[in-house]
């Protein structure tokens, strides 16, 4: 009862208040108040000293008890998604019934439910008892609800990571999916300075109807911006060789250079590799050979092999641009010493199969020849060996070179310029102001510096170090580990040089993963999955490594929109 008494104001009440009437009671119940003067400053004060925000015991375990409820129907979810397990059935719609199956497929989410509530589920029991129809949480908008809780969980923490990185290069690539919509899938390449190691994290499928190159690089545009990625600090693009991508005036790089011109755009080195091996098969006995050598695969198919197989290529998997380019070039190399020394090389090559084809019976001679026949080699000999060697060992040698120049070698113009940051090659030497002075133009708005001089004071300091050092690194990642590990302020502009060199994408076979995954999550049977519900199962099931909390997951859950039930605290 509250009554009003000139500019007084009482409340009548009991001696004590609050819940064990523990809370003496004064003005404004049993002292009139006075000071409407400073009352704004009173309550303030008052209200702090109470504590009048804090919940009571029973809303507290109301609302501990709500979020129990939840946690197995989220941590049910999440399992699914880390198993590319589907979650719906024919008929999932209605209560699940604990002591019969249903005669119709109801889903392996509710199957799953029912099995935990044979073995003693208490918590899930109770819930599905207590709640009515409409607020078991267990229909597919909660699902999706709970499944995009979980994407932006798993998103935000590879945003934060590309953010703090500062430097990145985007990997893309488009593949059609069951339902006949485009995937345009996004990968993010960036390095690490806790691991050490350069990351590729995939962030999401956008979807496209317009496979133009403009029309896709406005869908990559747009979606950094929408995931408030600073789109300035883009310096690689890494695509496939389709036209609509790498494209020189109309593709996706080009496009992407036009807006961010510190944004190169790298051709896949394995693709490259793989269309110049391709390229040199086209000498028609080499081609007609390559069925044969395919049944080698099957030297590999053991557990013991194809291990040992699996250990060597995980021991290049980070590696720069440099350290790319410098393999292909010994592999070019090998390939120029081999043809120069042509008449001494097949022989022994010559030799070597001549055994084998005396153990198996096969008679090592020359193909009918005439002197005016067009379909086969017709060229000068005096024996088998003179015949094969100019017929396919020489031409395959010759449009092998060709095409490592061509195609792989072409990513050198890049490495030319970042050579001047990389101690192995410069020890000893002075500083070569042109590559650097292009490093400087290119980069200059990343590295935020006043004067090409600094940057050269502070190279020339680097170079300093490395004469001083016997133990050079010998790659942009060992220089950039040095940096890193000693927690030297004194190289920041070569740091972030070394940073933007190592990120610049060598190789994109990341994103035909994603597609496997693609096909897995959307199936025949699967073909209406909304884009949402896609993104946040392919989040789950590819980024096994990041954990996805319940409690995180139940936080996120409330604020997508009002509930029933109270979850926070």
Not at 9 to 34: C, D, N, P, S, Y
Not at 360 to 385: A, C, F, L, M, W
Request: hydrophobic fraction near 40%.
């Amino acid at each position: 009862m509250m009554v009003f008494i000139a500019s007084s104001v009482f409340f009548f009440a009991t001696e004590t208040a609050r819940t064990g009437g523990h809370q003496i009671l004064g003005k404004l119940v049993k002292k009139e108040f006075r000071n409407w003067k400073n009352a704004l400053e009173v309550f303030a004060g008052h209200e702090s000293k109470i504590q009048y925000n804090q919940l009571d015991l029973a809303s507290k375990h109301r609302i501990e008890e709500n979020r129990k409820r939840i946690l197995p129907i989220i941590d049910t979810i999440i399992l699914y998604g880390r198993q590319c397990i589907s979650l719906r059935g024919h008929r999932d719609s209605g209560p699940i019934d604990s002591d019969i199956d249903p005669i119709e497929n109801d889903g392996n989410f509710k199957a799953i439910l029912r099995s935990k509530l044979r073995y003693g589920d208490e918590i899930l029991k109770l819930h599905l008892e207590s709640m009515s129809k409409t607020a078991t949480y267990l229909s597919a908008k909660t699902q999706n609800e709970i499944i995009n809780a979980c994407g932006d969980i798993i998103t935000k923490k590879i945003v934060n990571k590309i953010i703090e990185a500062k430097f990145f290069s985007i990997l893309a690539d488009e593949s059609t999916d069951i339902s006949c919509i485009e995937q345009f899938s996004l990968y993010f390449c960036f390095y690490n300075s806790t691991t050490m190691k350069i990351e590729e994290n995939f962030l999401k499928f956008v979807p496209v109807t317009n496979l133009t190159g403009q029309s896709l690089a406005n869908a990559l545009i747009t979606t950094l911006e929408g995931l408030n990625i600073n789109s300035n600090f883009m310096v690689g693009q890494g695509y496939d060789g389709s036209s609509s991508i790498s494209g020189a005036f109309h593709g996706v790089q080009a496009y992407i250079r036009a807006k961010y011109s510190s944004a190169i755009y790298v051709h896949c080195a394995s693709y490259s590799l793989n269309l110049a091996i391709s390229d040199a098969c086209t000498v028609p006995q080499v081609r007609n050979s390559m069925p044969t050598l395919s049944k080698l695969c099957n030297f590999f198919r053991t557990p013991k092999r194809q291990n040992v197989f699996a250990t060597e290529i995980e021991k290049t998997i980070n590696i720069d641009l440099s350290q790319a380019i410098l393999l292909a070039k010994t592999v070019r190399n090998t390939l120029a010493e081999m043809r120069q020394n042509a008449v001494q090389e097949f022989k022994k090559i010559f030799e070597t199969a001549q055994p084998s084809c005396e153990k198996y019976g096969v008679e090592i001679s020359v193909p009918r020849v005439t002197s005016r026949q067009r379909k086969r080699d017709n060229v000068p000999h005096s024996t088998p060996e003179e015949y094969f060697r100019r017929t396919i060992f020489v031409p395959f040698v010759d449009s092998f070179i060709l095409h490592l120049d061509e195609r792989l070698l072409s990513h050198d113009q890049i490495l030319r310029s970042f050579a001047v940051i990389i101690p192995s090659e410069n020890k000893n030497q002075e500083v070569n102001e042109v590559p650097l002075r292009q490093l400087y133009a290119a980069y200059e708005y990343l590295l935020d510096v006043e004067s090409f001089e600094i940057v050269l004071g502070e190279v020339k300091l680097w170079y300093t170090v490395w004469k001083e050092n016997n133990e050079t690194p010998k790659t942009a990642m060992d220089a950039l580990a040095f940096l890193l590990q000693n927690n030297t302020k004194l190289f920041l502009k070569v740091e972030a040089l070394l940073k933007i060199f190592v990120t610049i994408p060598v190789t994109t076979p990341s994103n035909e993963r994603t597609f496997s995954t693609l096909r897995r999550l959307k199936t025949y049977l699967r073909n209406t999955t909304r884009e949402n519900r896609l993104n946040g199962l392919a989040l789950l099931s590819i980024h096994r490594e990041i954990p996805v909390s319940v409690d995180k997951v139940i936080n996120l859950f409330p604020k997508q929109k009002n509930r029933r039930l109270e979850f926070f605290l």
